[in-house]
């Protein structure tokens, strides 16, 4: 089982950037294949950005060339760059991880961000809203 927590979430004005920080504890060799998702209320839970056991990143259409995900499998502590930030990107970020088995079977390679119900491990979530 993975535990996931995020962190770095706040309020920024827009233009502006933000980190956000998601520590992995736990059997942490489940957390090869990583995303980070977002839900801004009243709206689906939608995925951001990916990346996979080889560090091949995806990501959604919307912040492309804008956010950069990125691991540090040392510290076991999965990141996410948001630079240049808009009213849109508002919303509640989670970190996500999925099993090995499905890491391995079905995430690597990928050409776009996996659905949600790729990842079997959620954190918290934590708030970034830009005015």
């Known amino acids: 089982h993975v535990q996931l927590v995020e962190s770095g979430g706040g309020s920024v004005q827009a233009g502006g950037s933000l980190r956000l920080s998601c520590a992995a504890s736990?059997?942490?060799?489940?957390?090869?294949?990583m995303a980070w998702f977002r839900q801004a209320p009243g709206k689906e839970r939608e995925g951001v950005a990916h990346i996979d056991a080889d560090d091949t990143a995806t990501y959604a259409d919307s912040v492309k060339g804008r956010f950069t995900i990125s691991k540090d499998n040392a510290k076991n502590t999965l990141y996410l760059q948001m630079n240049s930030l808009n009213a849109e990107d508002t919303a509640m970020y989670y970190c996500a991880a999925a099993t090995p088995y499905w890491c391995t079977a079905y995430l690597r390679g990928l050409k776009a961000v996996p659905h949600r119900t790729a990842f079997a491990y959620w954190g918290q979530g934590t708030q970034v809203t830009v005015s």
């Open positions: 736990g059997d942490t060799y489940a957390s090869a294949c």
